[in-house]
DNA sequence: ATTCGCATGGTACAGATGTATCACATGCAT
DNA sequence: ATGCATGTGATACATCTGTACCATGCGAAT
Protein backbone atom coordinates (compact mmCIF):
# COMPACT_ATOMS: atom_id res chain seq x y z
CA UNK A 1 0.00 0.00 0.00
CA UNK A 2 2.93 2.59 0.02
CA UNK A 3 3.68 3.06 -3.95
CA UNK A 4 6.14 5.99 -4.30
CA UNK A 5 3.54 9.17 -4.40
CA UNK A 6 4.00 12.73 -5.41
CA UNK A 7 3.91 14.69 -2.39
CA UNK A 8 3.19 17.67 -3.84
CA UNK A 9 0.22 16.33 -5.52
CA UNK A 10 -0.96 15.32 -2.17
CA UNK A 11 -0.16 18.47 -0.08
CA UNK A 12 -2.31 20.41 -3.14
CA UNK A 13 -5.52 18.24 -3.13
CA UNK A 14 -5.48 18.85 1.03
CA UNK A 15 -4.38 22.18 0.97
CA UNK A 16 -7.20 22.72 -1.74
CA UNK A 17 -9.73 21.10 0.00
CA UNK A 18 -9.42 23.84 3.17
CA UNK A 19 -9.20 26.45 0.68
CA UNK A 20 -12.87 25.12 -0.56
CA UNK A 21 -14.00 24.59 3.53
CA UNK A 22 -12.59 27.98 3.67
CA UNK A 23 -14.55 29.87 0.67
CA UNK A 24 -17.94 28.14 1.49
CA UNK A 25 -18.15 27.71 5.03
CA UNK A 26 -15.42 30.10 6.41
CA UNK A 27 -12.10 29.21 8.42
CA UNK A 28 -13.45 28.30 11.45
CA UNK A 29 -15.27 25.44 10.38
CA UNK A 30 -11.94 23.89 8.93
CA UNK A 31 -10.92 21.66 11.54
CA UNK A 32 -8.27 18.93 10.68
CA UNK A 33 -10.87 16.06 10.17
CA UNK A 34 -12.85 18.81 8.10
CA UNK A 35 -10.18 18.97 5.68
CA UNK A 36 -9.14 15.13 5.93
CA UNK A 37 -12.76 14.58 4.90
CA UNK A 38 -13.69 16.76 2.62
CA UNK A 39 -9.70 16.07 0.59
CA UNK A 40 -10.97 12.05 1.07
CA UNK A 41 -8.41 11.23 3.17
CA UNK A 42 -7.76 10.22 6.36
CA UNK A 43 -6.57 12.79 9.36
CA UNK A 44 -3.42 11.26 9.89
CA UNK A 45 -2.41 11.97 6.09
CA UNK A 46 -3.22 15.79 6.57
CA UNK A 47 -1.05 15.38 9.57
CA UNK A 48 1.66 13.48 7.68
CA UNK A 49 2.39 16.09 4.84
CA UNK A 50 1.31 19.09 6.62
CA UNK A 51 2.75 18.28 10.33
CA UNK A 52 0.94 21.34 12.27
CA UNK A 53 -2.70 22.73 11.28
CA UNK A 54 -0.64 26.11 11.04
CA UNK A 55 1.91 24.53 8.51
CA UNK A 56 -1.17 23.49 6.40
CA UNK A 57 -2.72 26.91 6.89
CA UNK A 58 -0.07 28.65 5.57
CA UNK A 59 0.70 26.86 2.33
CA UNK A 60 -2.87 26.93 1.79
CA UNK A 61 -2.56 30.63 2.20
CA UNK A 62 0.28 30.44 -0.02
CA UNK A 63 -1.56 28.63 -3.09
CA UNK A 64 -4.38 31.31 -2.03
CA UNK A 65 -2.20 33.68 -3.13
CA UNK A 66 -0.64 31.84 -6.13
CA UNK A 67 -4.02 31.29 -7.51
CA UNK A 68 -4.87 35.10 -7.50
CA UNK A 69 -1.33 35.59 -9.05
CA UNK A 70 -1.94 33.43 -11.93
CA UNK A 71 -5.49 35.01 -12.85
CA UNK A 72 -3.96 38.50 -12.92
CA UNK A 73 -1.61 37.44 -15.18
CA UNK A 74 -3.96 35.68 -17.35
CA UNK A 75 -6.48 38.63 -17.26
CA UNK A 76 -3.50 40.59 -18.04
CA UNK A 77 -3.18 38.63 -21.31
CA UNK A 78 -2.41 40.32 -24.48
CA UNK A 79 -3.41 43.86 -22.65
CA UNK A 80 -0.82 46.37 -23.74
CA UNK A 81 -1.34 49.91 -23.23
CA UNK A 82 -1.16 51.14 -19.61
CA UNK A 83 -4.93 51.65 -19.34
CA UNK A 84 -5.91 47.98 -20.23
CA UNK A 85 -3.57 46.53 -17.98
CA UNK A 86 -4.75 48.94 -14.79
CA UNK A 87 -8.21 47.76 -16.28
CA UNK A 88 -7.56 44.13 -15.93
CA UNK A 89 -5.61 43.86 -13.04
CA UNK A 90 -8.22 45.89 -10.53
CA UNK A 91 -11.17 44.13 -12.14
CA UNK A 92 -10.13 40.41 -12.20
CA UNK A 93 -9.66 41.24 -8.22
CA UNK A 94 -13.48 41.91 -8.33
CA UNK A 95 -16.09 39.05 -7.26
CA UNK A 96 -17.66 38.86 -10.69
CA UNK A 97 -17.17 35.37 -11.97
CA UNK A 98 -16.93 32.32 -9.85
CA UNK A 99 -13.32 32.56 -9.32
CA UNK A 100 -12.96 35.81 -8.30
CA UNK A 101 -15.57 35.32 -5.48
CA UNK A 102 -14.16 31.81 -4.66
CA UNK A 103 -10.90 33.43 -4.12
CA UNK A 104 -12.07 36.87 -2.34
CA UNK A 105 -14.49 34.92 -0.33
CA UNK A 106 -11.86 32.81 0.67
CA UNK A 107 -9.04 35.79 1.25
CA UNK A 108 -11.99 37.23 3.70
CA UNK A 109 -11.95 34.04 5.71
CA UNK A 110 -8.38 34.80 6.29
CA UNK A 111 -8.64 38.56 6.98
CA UNK A 112 -9.73 37.77 10.65
CA UNK A 113 -7.09 35.32 11.21
CA UNK A 114 -4.09 37.66 9.78
CA UNK A 115 -4.94 40.49 11.72
CA UNK A 116 -5.18 38.30 14.96
CA UNK A 117 -1.76 36.53 14.35
CA UNK A 118 0.57 39.41 13.23
CA UNK A 119 3.48 38.11 13.55
CA UNK A 120 3.45 34.63 11.80
CA UNK A 121 1.54 35.66 9.26
CA UNK A 122 2.40 39.27 8.27
CA UNK A 123 5.13 38.52 6.28
CA UNK A 124 3.79 36.19 4.17
CA UNK A 125 0.45 37.81 3.23
CA UNK A 126 1.36 41.27 3.72
CA UNK A 127 3.70 41.72 0.39
CA UNK A 128 0.88 41.15 -2.67
CA UNK A 129 -0.52 44.46 -1.71
CA UNK A 130 2.54 46.38 -1.60
CA UNK A 131 3.88 44.74 -5.09
CA UNK A 132 0.89 44.98 -6.59
CA UNK A 133 0.51 48.77 -5.34
CA UNK A 134 3.94 49.99 -6.87
CA UNK A 135 3.26 48.17 -9.90
CA UNK A 136 -0.07 50.36 -10.58
CA UNK A 137 2.17 53.65 -9.87
CA UNK A 138 4.34 52.14 -12.79
CA UNK A 139 1.30 51.55 -15.17
CA UNK A 140 -0.20 55.15 -14.49
CA UNK A 141 2.84 56.91 -14.70
CA UNK A 142 3.34 55.68 -17.94
CA UNK A 143 0.03 56.64 -19.02
CA UNK A 144 0.63 59.99 -17.79
CA UNK A 145 3.80 60.15 -19.82
CA UNK A 146 2.04 59.13 -22.76
CA UNK A 147 -0.31 61.79 -22.06
CA UNK A 148 -3.67 59.39 -21.33
CA UNK A 149 -3.50 60.95 -17.99
CA UNK A 150 -3.18 64.85 -16.99
CA UNK A 151 0.35 65.80 -16.36
CA UNK A 152 -0.97 67.23 -12.87
CA UNK A 153 -2.29 64.47 -11.30
CA UNK A 154 -0.81 62.50 -8.36
CA UNK A 155 -0.57 58.62 -9.63
CA UNK A 156 0.77 57.43 -6.45
CA UNK A 157 -2.34 58.78 -4.66
CA UNK A 158 -4.65 57.76 -7.56
CA UNK A 159 -3.27 54.13 -7.27
CA UNK A 160 -3.40 53.82 -3.88
CA UNK A 161 -7.02 55.10 -4.02
CA UNK A 162 -8.09 52.57 -7.04
CA UNK A 163 -6.42 49.47 -5.17
CA UNK A 164 -8.35 50.44 -1.80
CA UNK A 165 -11.45 51.24 -3.88
CA UNK A 166 -11.28 47.78 -5.43
CA UNK A 167 -11.00 45.96 -2.20
CA UNK A 168 -13.70 47.92 -0.59
CA UNK A 169 -16.10 47.12 -3.79
CA UNK A 170 -15.12 43.40 -3.29
CA UNK A 171 -16.14 43.57 0.78
CA UNK A 172 -19.58 45.45 -0.53
CA UNK A 173 -20.48 42.36 -2.96
CA UNK A 174 -19.65 40.10 -0.38
CA UNK A 175 -21.44 41.98 1.87
CA UNK A 176 -24.73 41.59 -0.44
CA UNK A 177 -25.16 45.67 -0.91
CA UNK A 178 -23.76 45.38 -4.13
CA UNK A 179 -23.43 43.01 -7.13
CA UNK A 180 -20.42 42.44 -8.85
CA UNK A 181 -20.93 44.12 -12.40
CA UNK A 182 -22.34 47.38 -10.19
CA UNK A 183 -19.03 46.89 -8.70
CA UNK A 184 -17.41 46.26 -11.91
CA UNK A 185 -19.41 49.59 -13.23
CA UNK A 186 -18.50 51.97 -10.33
CA UNK A 187 -14.66 51.12 -11.18
CA UNK A 188 -15.35 52.16 -14.65
CA UNK A 189 -16.42 55.56 -13.78
CA UNK A 190 -13.60 56.25 -11.81
CA UNK A 191 -11.09 54.73 -14.45
CA UNK A 192 -12.94 56.89 -16.75
CA UNK A 193 -12.60 59.80 -14.37
CA UNK A 194 -8.96 59.22 -14.05
CA UNK A 195 -8.01 58.61 -17.96
CA UNK A 196 -8.20 61.78 -19.38
CA UNK A 197 -6.86 65.20 -20.70
CA UNK B 1 -26.85 38.11 47.59
CA UNK B 2 -29.50 38.81 44.91
CA UNK B 3 -30.15 42.66 45.32
CA UNK B 4 -32.52 43.79 42.23
CA UNK B 5 -29.48 44.34 39.31
CA UNK B 6 -29.31 46.58 36.44
CA UNK B 7 -29.85 44.18 33.82
CA UNK B 8 -29.00 46.46 30.47
CA UNK B 9 -25.68 47.82 32.28
CA UNK B 10 -24.51 44.34 33.56
CA UNK B 11 -25.59 43.58 29.75
CA UNK B 12 -23.36 46.15 28.95
CA UNK B 13 -20.38 45.10 31.12
CA UNK B 14 -20.23 42.05 29.33
CA UNK B 15 -20.89 42.47 25.75
CA UNK B 16 -17.84 45.52 25.67
CA UNK B 17 -15.85 42.65 27.51
CA UNK B 18 -16.59 40.48 24.52
CA UNK B 19 -15.71 43.40 21.83
CA UNK B 20 -12.80 43.76 23.87
CA UNK B 21 -11.87 40.48 23.02
CA UNK B 22 -12.71 40.84 19.07
CA UNK B 23 -10.59 43.83 18.94
CA UNK B 24 -7.46 42.51 21.09
CA UNK B 25 -7.38 38.73 20.41
CA UNK B 26 -10.08 38.51 17.79
CA UNK B 27 -13.51 36.48 17.63
CA UNK B 28 -11.93 33.18 17.92
CA UNK B 29 -10.41 33.35 21.04
CA UNK B 30 -13.83 35.03 22.73
CA UNK B 31 -15.00 31.90 24.44
CA UNK B 32 -17.84 32.38 26.98
CA UNK B 33 -15.49 31.56 29.96
CA UNK B 34 -12.67 34.29 28.15
CA UNK B 35 -15.66 36.76 28.57
CA UNK B 36 -16.33 36.09 31.65
CA UNK B 37 -13.18 36.25 32.93
CA UNK B 38 -12.26 39.48 30.71
CA UNK B 39 -15.68 40.76 32.27
CA UNK B 40 -14.90 39.68 35.99
CA UNK B 41 -17.89 37.87 36.36
CA UNK B 42 -18.95 33.90 36.29
CA UNK B 43 -19.46 32.26 33.38
CA UNK B 44 -23.14 31.20 34.28
CA UNK B 45 -24.24 34.98 34.74
CA UNK B 46 -22.78 35.41 31.03
CA UNK B 47 -25.48 32.65 30.30
CA UNK B 48 -27.90 34.22 32.34
CA UNK B 49 -27.63 37.31 31.12
CA UNK B 50 -27.44 36.49 26.92
CA UNK B 51 -28.71 32.99 26.63
CA UNK B 52 -27.02 31.42 24.28
CA UNK B 53 -23.37 32.36 22.29
CA UNK B 54 -25.16 33.73 19.04
CA UNK B 55 -27.20 36.07 21.71
CA UNK B 56 -23.93 37.74 23.08
CA UNK B 57 -22.47 38.28 19.74
CA UNK B 58 -25.54 40.02 17.82
CA UNK B 59 -25.83 42.23 20.95
CA UNK B 60 -22.40 42.79 20.92
CA UNK B 61 -22.19 43.71 17.36
CA UNK B 62 -25.24 45.85 17.39
CA UNK B 63 -23.47 47.79 20.38
CA UNK B 64 -20.59 48.16 18.10
CA UNK B 65 -22.82 49.71 15.51
CA UNK B 66 -24.19 52.38 18.19
CA UNK B 67 -20.61 53.28 18.70
CA UNK B 68 -19.52 53.42 15.06
CA UNK B 69 -22.60 56.01 14.68
CA UNK B 70 -22.17 57.86 17.85
CA UNK B 71 -18.52 58.33 16.78
CA UNK B 72 -19.97 59.65 13.23
CA UNK B 73 -22.59 61.89 15.09
CA UNK B 74 -19.82 63.42 17.23
CA UNK B 75 -17.52 63.89 14.45
CA UNK B 76 -20.13 65.28 12.39
CA UNK B 77 -20.46 68.03 15.26
CA UNK B 78 -20.81 71.59 14.41
CA UNK B 79 -19.68 70.78 10.33
CA UNK B 80 -22.15 72.47 8.40
CA UNK B 81 -21.39 72.62 4.66
CA UNK B 82 -21.50 69.85 2.76
CA UNK B 83 -18.09 69.00 2.31
CA UNK B 84 -17.14 68.98 5.68
CA UNK B 85 -19.95 66.62 6.99
CA UNK B 86 -18.79 64.51 4.00
CA UNK B 87 -14.96 64.88 5.51
CA UNK B 88 -16.20 64.30 9.01
CA UNK B 89 -18.13 61.14 8.02
CA UNK B 90 -15.31 59.45 5.91
CA UNK B 91 -12.44 60.44 8.16
CA UNK B 92 -14.21 59.61 11.16
CA UNK B 93 -14.13 55.89 9.74
CA UNK B 94 -10.52 55.38 9.07
CA UNK B 95 -8.30 53.87 11.96
CA UNK B 96 -6.50 56.83 12.70
CA UNK B 97 -7.08 57.91 16.63
CA UNK B 98 -7.82 54.65 19.39
CA UNK B 99 -10.77 54.43 19.39
CA UNK B 100 -11.31 54.33 15.59
CA UNK B 101 -8.44 51.89 15.14
CA UNK B 102 -10.53 49.44 18.20
CA UNK B 103 -13.93 49.87 16.08
CA UNK B 104 -12.18 49.31 12.63
CA UNK B 105 -10.55 46.68 14.13
CA UNK B 106 -13.40 44.89 15.65
CA UNK B 107 -15.72 45.27 12.99
CA UNK B 108 -12.94 43.40 10.91
CA UNK B 109 -12.96 40.49 13.28
CA UNK B 110 -16.81 40.13 12.76
CA UNK B 111 -16.44 39.98 9.17
CA UNK B 112 -15.32 36.76 8.73
CA UNK B 113 -18.50 35.72 10.93
CA UNK B 114 -20.87 37.85 8.93
CA UNK B 115 -19.82 36.05 5.56
CA UNK B 116 -20.10 32.82 6.99
CA UNK B 117 -23.24 33.05 8.79
CA UNK B 118 -25.04 34.92 6.22
CA UNK B 119 -29.09 34.51 7.24
CA UNK B 120 -28.95 35.34 10.40
CA UNK B 121 -26.70 38.60 10.36
CA UNK B 122 -27.12 39.50 7.18
CA UNK B 123 -30.35 42.17 8.43
CA UNK B 124 -28.36 43.47 11.00
CA UNK B 125 -25.53 44.31 9.77
CA UNK B 126 -25.68 44.80 6.38
CA UNK B 127 -27.58 47.90 6.66
CA UNK B 128 -25.81 50.59 7.84
CA UNK B 129 -23.43 50.77 4.72
CA UNK B 130 -25.81 51.11 2.66
CA UNK B 131 -27.53 54.05 4.56
CA UNK B 132 -24.10 55.79 5.07
CA UNK B 133 -24.30 56.07 0.96
CA UNK B 134 -27.69 57.37 0.96
CA UNK B 135 -26.40 59.69 3.20
CA UNK B 136 -23.16 60.68 1.38
CA UNK B 137 -25.47 61.23 -2.38
CA UNK B 138 -27.61 63.44 -0.07
CA UNK B 139 -24.83 64.98 0.93
CA UNK B 140 -22.93 65.50 -2.13
CA UNK B 141 -25.76 66.36 -4.25
CA UNK B 142 -26.64 69.22 -1.98
CA UNK B 143 -22.66 70.04 -2.62
CA UNK B 144 -23.27 69.83 -6.17
CA UNK B 145 -26.21 72.35 -6.36
CA UNK B 146 -24.11 74.88 -4.79
CA UNK B 147 -21.56 74.46 -7.17
CA UNK B 148 -18.95 73.21 -4.87
CA UNK B 149 -18.72 70.08 -7.43
CA UNK B 150 -18.95 69.88 -10.82
CA UNK B 151 -22.17 69.56 -12.59
CA UNK B 152 -21.41 66.79 -14.89
CA UNK B 153 -20.00 64.31 -12.04
CA UNK B 154 -21.93 61.39 -11.01
CA UNK B 155 -21.91 61.70 -7.50
CA UNK B 156 -23.89 58.17 -6.56
CA UNK B 157 -20.71 56.68 -8.41
CA UNK B 158 -18.18 59.47 -6.37
CA UNK B 159 -19.89 58.36 -2.74
CA UNK B 160 -19.52 54.41 -3.56
CA UNK B 161 -16.21 55.06 -4.58
CA UNK B 162 -15.58 56.62 -1.61
CA UNK B 163 -17.03 54.67 0.94
CA UNK B 164 -15.67 51.34 -0.72
CA UNK B 165 -11.88 53.63 -0.75
CA UNK B 166 -12.38 54.34 3.02
CA UNK B 167 -13.44 50.77 3.93
CA UNK B 168 -10.13 49.49 1.72
CA UNK B 169 -7.89 51.72 3.34
CA UNK B 170 -8.88 50.58 6.68
CA UNK B 171 -7.82 47.56 6.16
CA UNK B 172 -4.50 48.79 4.45
CA UNK B 173 -4.01 50.24 7.84
CA UNK B 174 -5.18 47.22 9.80
CA UNK B 175 -3.09 45.10 7.49
CA UNK B 176 0.08 47.44 8.65
CA UNK B 177 0.52 48.39 4.76
CA UNK B 178 -0.11 51.88 5.86
CA UNK B 179 -0.40 54.18 8.26
CA UNK B 180 -3.45 56.32 9.41
CA UNK B 181 -2.23 59.30 8.69
CA UNK B 182 -0.78 58.46 5.28
CA UNK B 183 -5.10 56.75 4.47
CA UNK B 184 -6.20 60.61 5.56
CA UNK B 185 -3.90 61.86 3.06
CA UNK B 186 -4.91 59.49 0.52
CA UNK B 187 -8.36 60.26 1.10
CA UNK B 188 -7.66 64.11 1.26
CA UNK B 189 -6.31 63.68 -1.80
CA UNK B 190 -9.69 62.48 -3.44
CA UNK B 191 -12.02 65.00 -2.22
CA UNK B 192 -9.83 67.23 -3.26
CA UNK B 193 -10.25 66.37 -6.23
CA UNK B 194 -14.07 65.23 -6.11
CA UNK B 195 -14.82 68.97 -5.11
CA UNK B 196 -13.98 71.56 -7.43
CA UNK B 197 -15.45 74.16 -9.83
C1' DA C 1 16.14 -12.87 2.34
C1' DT C 2 16.50 -9.35 5.63
C1' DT C 3 16.36 -4.67 6.72
C1' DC C 4 15.00 -0.09 6.43
C1' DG C 5 12.34 3.86 5.25
C1' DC C 6 8.15 5.67 3.33
C1' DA C 7 3.07 5.99 3.35
C1' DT C 8 -1.03 5.10 5.74
C1' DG C 9 -4.61 3.59 9.10
C1' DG C 10 -6.45 3.60 13.67
C1' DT C 11 -6.86 5.40 18.01
C1' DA C 12 -5.79 7.64 22.24
C1' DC C 13 -5.27 11.80 25.01
C1' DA C 14 -5.61 16.18 27.05
C1' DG C 15 -7.76 20.34 26.79
C1' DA C 16 -11.32 23.59 25.37
C1' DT C 17 -16.09 24.79 24.39
C1' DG C 18 -21.22 25.59 24.52
C1' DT C 19 -24.87 24.36 27.16
C1' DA C 20 -27.62 22.19 30.91
C1' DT C 21 -28.49 21.14 35.67
C1' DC C 22 -28.60 21.47 40.58
C1' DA C 23 -28.20 24.32 44.49
C1' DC C 24 -28.89 28.35 47.24
C1' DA C 25 -29.39 32.94 48.81
C1' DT C 26 -31.95 37.10 48.86
C1' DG C 27 -35.88 40.40 48.17
C1' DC C 28 -40.75 41.18 47.58
C1' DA C 29 -45.57 40.08 47.79
C1' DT C 30 -48.93 37.51 50.28
C1' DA D 1 -43.97 34.11 58.21
C1' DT D 2 -44.22 31.89 53.84
C1' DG D 3 -43.61 31.32 49.08
C1' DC D 4 -42.16 32.50 44.69
C1' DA D 5 -39.29 34.89 41.38
C1' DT D 6 -34.70 36.67 40.70
C1' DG D 7 -29.65 36.58 40.69
C1' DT D 8 -25.55 33.84 41.26
C1' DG D 9 -22.40 29.93 42.03
C1' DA D 10 -20.50 25.41 41.04
C1' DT D 11 -20.19 21.73 38.24
C1' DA D 12 -21.40 18.18 34.95
C1' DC D 13 -21.69 16.59 30.12
C1' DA D 14 -21.23 15.67 25.50
C1' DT D 15 -18.69 17.12 21.73
C1' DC D 16 -14.97 18.83 19.11
C1' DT D 17 -10.04 19.91 18.32
C1' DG D 18 -5.03 19.51 17.65
C1' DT D 19 -1.60 16.44 18.34
C1' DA D 20 0.86 12.10 19.60
C1' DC D 21 1.52 7.31 19.43
C1' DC D 22 1.47 2.60 17.74
C1' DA D 23 0.95 -0.59 14.13
C1' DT D 24 1.42 -2.31 9.47
C1' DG D 25 1.96 -2.91 4.45
C1' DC D 26 5.06 -2.29 0.84
C1' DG D 27 9.11 -1.21 -2.15
C1' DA D 28 13.97 -0.98 -2.47
C1' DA D 29 18.66 -1.59 -1.07
C1' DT D 30 21.75 -4.78 1.27
Known amino acids: MAEKVDHEERRRQIAE ?3 RIADTEGLQSASMRAVATEAGVSLRLVQYYFTTKQGLLLDALARLGAQLQARMERWIGEARAPREVVTAVLS ?3 PTDAESR ?3 RTYAAYYALVLS ?7 QAAQPPVVLEGFLVKQ ?3 AQEAGGIAPERDVEMAAAGLLAMVNGLGSSVLG ?3 TGEQALAVLSHHLDELFRP
Chains 1, 2 share one sequence.
Open 102 to 104: RIT
Open 140 to 142: LRA
Open 92 to 94: CIL
Open 117 to 123: DPEVLEK
Open 17 to 19: ALL
Open 176 to 178: GQR
